[in-house]
């Protein structure tokens, strides 16, 4: 298949390869190995894989830059309650959690291949429901609810494709290309954020006509409302499209030949799955001519860690009974009993420290840029009255030429947009870009020490920048900090929690790992969801909330994200084990999943010291 200038090699279903022929296992487990290095960077996994992300990505910051939209139509001139806006901001973390816990798992149970895609119908029949919701006639129904029965369903959609992109990717990856190849998949994520915004700001100029530009109008027409409301609609279904492109191209792609090897027992399966995709590829048998033959590869995975006498029969095996007991009795053996669950307590607690300052600086950009540029948030200075049995009235309390920083209902959507330009997208795009080519030659796990490491000292001179300096003085100077933390994000801890995970967990186990590990980090991000909307700081007698206007707010927000950046530093350093050789090369996935991390490895040698005479 040819896509642009690409050549994209399928995996057509009756297609008879060559294949290796060799009876010893060691022999066919290095024949594997030889078959997946030998395929080169996978252009066809990254691209259906980073498509999938991209849509995520980008139906989870389209949520941010729509929330202005959404008070207008149907709060405005009242202001949205706090607690159903954090509910809303939350709806698709949660959701996410049960998604990566539930795709991750059952991808562990039937098998990749089986889950991959699932995982995009059910976001796109959420973004589908997201279009359609509705108050109904006359308010007869609450878009609050539909809006986060929607929204908690996508978040399933998006949560379950970081497991299976993120295992997939990491399975079909040569040993030298895998860190590229799945910091090449996450940076869709901040693509998906630039898409995301460009998105939002065309749509918004495309409806100007209709959204008043003039400061002195404080109310919002019928018209401007038929404007704001299309205009968010047509935001959030965009993101239906790049998901449907990624459940095209992963129709193209074979179960993973790890899973095919190591799980479902079919090693010369695996091989020819990869000569598939990769392209015919003629080699010798045993006897030394090109032998061709038609392998069966079961669909069921058949657990061998079966005990001494247990009988199994392929009826057995087809119970979820059965493979929950066998999956089951393979993770405590591997996680408790070998010890390596504090490997992924490591991973998790990385990612889960991580997501509390890393979303709230993100998902919640309509908060953070309206503080930085000193704006009033849409409708914050409005004088509004209320007479019985009519419509309540609203005037602009401040000219403007008396507020320079009052904006009109359109100034203030669309600055939102282009605001968040500068402050997410483009230092994403940029610390994203880097890391691809850091990751090629560096440790991730040394890459995400550092990068904890200094996003202390960023959220430390941010935070005392945003305390100290007042007014206008402070948007330039915080938006190059602003800035610096974005890239220290995405070329740090942000790139390398996603592939770490993906990374140092068995086979038999990657997916639900990896899950584990990434609803750690949305459980972070939605505990500090709360902590956002409602912690207030008190300084001097002054009390300083989410709806103060002002950046004295946001900058205790700022500094109290160091103390998670410390522990997550020294997490990684004592929990998480290293990926790489001392040269710097990667090891195989097979090696990385029988190290532990450095307090657990330092533990095990003093056990296994002899003792002195």
Known sequence: MRFMRWELKTHPKNREPQVLQIPDREQRTIALRD??????????VVFSAGMGFLAGAYEIFATSLIMPMIKLVYYYPDKMPSGEETLLRCATLIGAMVGQLAFGFLADIYGRRKMYGLELYVMILAIVGIVMSSSGADGSMSIFGWLFAWRFIMG?????????SATITAEFAPTIHRARML?????????GYLLATLVTLGVTRQHRANIPMDLAIATCDNSCIHAVDRSWRIIIGVGAIPAVIAIFFRRKIPESPLYTADVINQLEGAIE??????????????NGAAGSREMRVPPIPVIDNCHAGEVISEEMVEKFSYRLKTYWRS??????????????????????LLDTSFYALGSSSS???TSIFNAIPIGSNLNCTDVAGQEKTCTVMDPKHENPDAQSLYGALFANSWRSLILVCSGSLSG???????????????IQIWGFLLLILIFLTAGLLLLLVSGDHVTIPVTIVYFIAQLAFEMGPNFTTFILAAEIFPTRHRAFGHGIAAASGKLGAAIFQVFFQFVKFHNKGVTYGATTKGTKWLGFTVMCFIPTMIAGAAVTWLLVPETRTDGGDPLALDVLENRHGWLIAARNRRRTRPAMP
């Open 273 to 286: 799955d990869m000569v598939r995709l990769n392209g015919p590829t003629p080699t010798p048998d045993s």
């Open 156 to 164: 399933i959609g998006i949560g379950g494709d970081y497991p299976l």
């Open 432 to 446: 994203g870009f880097g890391m691809i080519l850091l990751i090629k030659s560096h440790s991730p796990r040394l």
């Open 183 to 191: 910091a090449t998949v996450f940076y869709m994520q901040p693509v």
């Open 367 to 369: 908060t953070i840029v």
């Open 331 to 352: 993770f405590k053996d591997h996680f408790v009993a070998k010890g390596f669950g504090w490997s992924l307590l490591g991973v998790s607690l990385a990612w889960l």
């Open 35 to 44: 078959a997946v290095d030998r395929g080169g960077f996978q252009k066809l």
